[in-house]
């Protein structure tokens, strides 16, 4: 980690111009070029310099400016704090696609994911850099939870339930799915994992992804999801990082596909609907109690238990044909309706943000995609003097002067 002068290195401040040169280590620049897939001539294209120029930065005979780094972190699609970083970061294998499909692998990934899991790969490389020099300002480095899929799915969720203390939920919150989901994340984050949100991914890619690499494991949500989704994906990641088998993952999309979906899906659903729907909870509840194996569930039933219990009306399915209370029939005959009832939720909270002054505030949607704890810690060490102001502007992808936002957004 650089550890430069605080007073004289402020991106967007007084102390530092666009015309100004950065000092980057050469081989990151070589190494964000290479993996990017650019050979020389076409970088210099995309940047509008000469081929020898870049030649020369990665050389280490030259340096760009600020505004020529900023542009590169632009192309290579690369967050500016690991152009700044002192070494490049090691990338590991992608995560295992255990989405339903025909088509999976990291060779049929959109550009918006390649790009959303180079972000999260760089935010941990961060956090591991940060760890090094100010550990006080992030949370724990140690994951508590190891399960394997010989754990039953109940005494997992009740470990993992014990980690989050999700018995102090209040019983209101579990009605409101946008508190609910940030407490969870919250919860989550205490435990020693990373939590990132992404933007530009379709929801019918990827509703989720995990990197199970400790310190540091990471959970990406779709932030298109809607919240009852996002969170039954959350803890379904959740369960794959105390298994230490990170994923790409399309978890409600497995339940249509049964016959095909991979057996650690299956479980991390199974343990995900349990977290949320303890098992003697859900059988004492009254509907849940008076009802037998064929029982036909309605939605309103459904969206009663859902109220109760924090869950979408999908999961809720789920776990009552784990507790032998419905059938897979059932699921297959309310499948399509449950996919309405969804997308009308999504739709209403997509008109909602339309509806807002100006629709979502910048600054809470980039503390919401960058992830709570990690922006709380990348301001912990800045305030503490462990990293410079350059530092904390690259680490956030803000300029010096929007940190005091940032900072109220976390406050």
């Known amino acids: 980690m650089y550890l430069r002068d605080c007073a004289n290195d402020q991106i967007g401040g007084a102390g530092l111009t666009t015309s100004e040169r950065m000092d980057v280590e050469p081989a990151v620049l070589r190494w964000a070029r290479q993996t ?29 400016t600020i505004v020529q780094l900023r542009k590169a972190a632009a192309v290579y699609k690369r967050p500016l704090a690991v152009l700044l970083l002192p070494a490049p970061i090691r990338d590991p294998a992608p995560p295992t696609d255990f989405r339903v499909t025909e088509q999976r692998g990291e060779d049929t990934w959109t550009p918006a994911l390649h790009a959303e899991f180079r972000r999260a790969l760089s935010q941990r490389a961060v956090a591991l850099e940060i760890l090094d020099v100010w550990p006080e300002s992030l949370f724990p480095s140690e994951y508590p939870i190891r399960i394997d899929l010989n754990t039953d799915p109940d005494t997992a969720a009740h470990a993992i339930r014990a980690a989050l203390d999700a018995d102090g939920w209040r019983p209101e919150v579990l009605s409101r799915p946008g508190e609910l989901l940030s407490t969870t994340i919250e919860a989550v984050e205490r435990l020693g994992v990373l939590v990132i949100q992404t933007e530009r991914v379709e929801s019918s890619e990827m509703q989720g992804f995990s990197i199970s690499e400790r310190p540091y494991p990471l959970i990406a949500l779709n932030g298109k999801d809607y919240h009852r989704r996002r969170l039954f994906t959350l803890l379904h990641e959740l369960c794959h990082i105390s298994l230490n088998v990170g994923g790409v993952c399309d978890p409600l999309d497995n339940l249509n596909h049964r016959e095909s979906a991979d057996e650690i899906e299956i479980y991390c659903n199974q343990v995900a609907a349990a977290i949320l729907m303890p098992r003697q909870r859900m059988l004492d509840n009254p509907l849940v109690r008076s009802a037998n194996t064929d029982h036909r569930w309605n939605l309103e039933e459904l969206g009663q238990l859902s109220q109760q219990f924090g869950a979408s009306s999908q999961a809720v399915l789920l776990r009552l044909i784990n507790l032998g209370r419905a059938t897979w029939q059932l699921y297959d005959l309310r499948r399509f309706e449950l996919e309405r009832e969804y997308e009308r939720h999504r739709q209403q909270e997509e008109d909602r943000r339309k509806k807002s002054k100006g629709g979502p505030n910048y600054y809470s949607l980039k503390v919401r995609n960058l992830g709570h704890g990690y922006v709380s810690a990348v301001l912990r060490a800045y305030r503490n003097q462990a990293i410079s102001s350059r530092d904390v502007a690259a680490y956030l992808g803000v300029r010096f002067d929007q940190l005091e936002q940032m900072e109220r957004r976390v406050s």
Do not use: H, M, T, Y
Not at 39 to 60: S, Y
């Open 36 to 64: 990017a897939g650019f050979d020389l001539p076409l970088a210099a294209r995309r940047l509008q310099v000469k081929p020898e120029v870049i030649a020369r930065w990665e050389e280490g005979l030259a340096s760009p």
